[in-house]
């Protein structure tokens, strides 16, 4: 399988839309998740997944809706395959639309309705066309609100600490050294640790551990970029070693970082 990358950049609290455009023939995704939303469009075949306990079939026109921290593969049903394009979009920058309430959940992994259809394509084009803010808000507004009405309407509102979130949610983001607890965060929040981890997901769609280990691993892909190899980058990043780190990267994004450090020098990625 082939795909080509990129970063799109915007001015929201969460700065990195990753794209991508796929291909698939023969051969399968290993289960792993993201911390993001998966918003994707089959273009060609049949993209078969299972999601949720359920197996699910994409095709050509539909469009995949992908709960962040949520356990998925993928695989072929034939030897035709199928492509698909995709934006992995960050639930800061869901949040700030629905303003504090709880993450949009589409329980079902694809979805024919038009508007939702037509929202994510809009919002994936968005971000291929360039680094345009205010397009990219507007469309990522319409998309929200597709979301919002496919799973019910809106959302009730609850009350969380969105400033002690956003303050964890910085030090996160800093890549702190290894020995990170939920004391440490709780003294940070300036709240109890649990109130604070549910508040943490609800607004964000994971937990505290989880998203730091997803900066880690970005940390890690950035110093593997830079010629870094692969045990000096997991150490960099803080992973306890090379195995630990090949773990969580593989459970991410589908493949081990060998794979993915070899196909980002040709700038592809293959899974």
């Given amino acids: 399988m082939q795909s080509n990358l990129e970063n799109w950049h915007v001015g929201l609290q969460s700065s990195r839309v990753e794209l991508i455009e796929a291909q698939l023939h023969g051969g399968s995704f290993s289960p792993h998740r993201h911390d993001t ?14 999601y949720r306990g359920d197996r699910w079939r994409s095709l050509p026109g539909q469009a995949m809706i992908l709960h962040p921290d949520e356990v998925h593969d993928g695989y072929c049903i034939d030897h035709n395959g199928f492509s698909y394009r995709a934006a992995y979009l960050p639930p800061a920058h869901v949040q700030t639309v629905v303003g504090g309430a709880a993450l949009p959940f589409l329980a079902e992994g694809v979805s024919t309705d038009a508007d939702l259809v037509g929202s994510a394509l809009r919002l994936i084009a968005m971000c291929s066309n360039g ?135 040709l700038r592809t990625i293959i899974l």
């Fill in 131 to 265: 680094n345009e803010s205010f397009g990219y808000q507007d469309a990522l507004q319409q998309l929200v609100s597709a979301m919002q009405r496919c799973e019910g309407g809106q959302p009730t509102k609850r009350t969380v600490n969105r400033e002690a979130v956003a303050r964890v949610r910085e030090f996160l983001d800093s890549v702190p050294e290894p020995g990170t607890s939920l004391l440490q965060l709780e003294a940070i929040a300036g709240y109890d640790r649990w109130q604070l981890s549910r508040d943490f997901r609800s607004l964000l769609g994971t937990s505290p551990y989880r998203y730091l280990q997803c900066r880690r691993l970005e940390r890690a892909k950035q110093l593997l970029r830079s010629g870094l190899g692969l045990a000096a980058a997991a150490h960099e990043a803080g992973f306890a070693d090379q195995s630990h780190f090949g773990r969580i990267f593989k459970r991410t994004f589908g493949t081990t970082p060998l794979v993915w450090h070899r196909a980002a020098q």
């Fill in 37 to 50: 939303y998966t918003i994707a469009v089959t273009t060609t075949g049949v993209q078969s997944f299972n």
